[in-house]
């Protein structure tokens, strides 16, 4: 097992750990960690970019098939000028519009309680933010 690998896998160890404090968790073969947060699909994946700079990236699919309305995408954009935990996305498809939102950040060293923090702050922000865009179109995805 090469050294980026061993880091990577200790890392994914560590927030599989994390969040099965909370959620269960399915590890995926590539060794992605993929769980729910009540009805958003959260995936987790760690990279090394160098020596002692190992990140985790989080994406929660927040709402898809969304109608594609104007409005909606603004409300969406606004929202995630206003956001700490992550950056939202908006991708227009022939069925409408998914939201997403990512995060990624340095978690070398994290201990299980604070990685689990950082985490829940994510995911329950993509919770919330689903309500409210699913609020504004009457229900959906």
């Not at 073969?29 to 160098?50: E, I, T």
């Not at 927040?62 to 908006?90: C, H, I, M, Y």
């Not at 991708?91 to 990685?115: N, Q, S, W």
Request: one cysteine or more; glycine letters at 10%.
């Amino acid at each position: 097992m090469s050294d980026d690998a061993e880091v990577t896998g200790r890392l994914l160890t560590a927030a599989r750990e994390a969040l099965e404090m909370f959620h269960e968790v399915h590890v995926d073969d590539d060794g992605a960690l993929s769980f729910r947060h009540g009805d958003v699909p959260c995936a987790v994946q760690a990279m090394r970019l160098a020596e002692g700079l190992t990140v985790l990236s989080l994406t929660c699919v927040v709402a898809w098939d969304l109608p594609n309305d104007p409005k909606l995408a603004g409300s969406a954009a606004e929202r995630a000028g206003q956001g700490l935990f992550g950056t939202l996305g908006v991708i227009h498809t022939e069925r409408g519009m998914d939201v997403t939102l990512r995060y990624a950040f340095p978690a070398e060293g994290l201990k299980a309680e604070p990685l689990s923090t950082l985490l829940m702050l994510v995911v329950s922000t993509a919770s919330q933010l689903r309500n409210e865009l699913l609020a504004g179109t009457g229900g959906g995805a």
